[in-house]
């Protein structure tokens, strides 16, 4: 993957936005129009990104967060690996630095998410402690 600084960091930006859309638009009480509306930018963001130059870093990194809400444990383990191989190597086997960027990206909106659903609904055991 091969992406200009200033493209890979608005698709970062971008992406957290449109994970807070997501966020906003699951909150309790929101009326359908509105949670409708939220919906639509989310998808106005991911067909605009997928249909593009970069549609393959987007999709990477879409892919690594719901690797990391889905398989949180295994992914914790595959990054500690990588980030090893990075500092013991200067450079982690199989992933490019954009991959490496969005695994870390990914890591922490799921961890921000996973807090957020905690504060949300403190009565829920959400496996926080994985997170510590």
């Known amino acids: 993957m091969n992406v200009h600084r200033e493209h890979e960091d608005l698709m970062r ?3 957290h936005h449109r994970t807070a ?7 309790s009480g929101i009326s359908d129009d509105e949670q409708a509306r939220l919906h639509a ?11 593009g130059p970069h549609a393959a870093e987007w999709q990477y990194l879409s892919g690594a ?11 914790d383990s595959y990054l500690s690996v990588l980030d090893y191989q990075r500092r013991a190597f200067g450079k982690p086997e199989g992933v490019d630095e954009t991959q490496w960027q969005s695994l870390v990206q990914a890591h922490n909106i799921a961890h921000e998410d996973r807090v957020r659903q905690r504060m949300q609904h403190p009565d829920r055991d959400l496996g926080l402690e994985r997170w510590r």
Request: proline share 3%; glycine share 0%; hydrophobic share 35%.
């Open 65 to 75: 967060l719901r690797d990391w809400q889905d398989r949180p444990d295994d992914m």
């Open 13 to 15: 930006t971008e992406f």
């Open 41 to 51: 930018q989310v998808a106005d963001y991911d067909q605009r990104w997928s249909a």
């Open 21 to 27: 859309l997501e966020w906003e638009a699951d909150r």
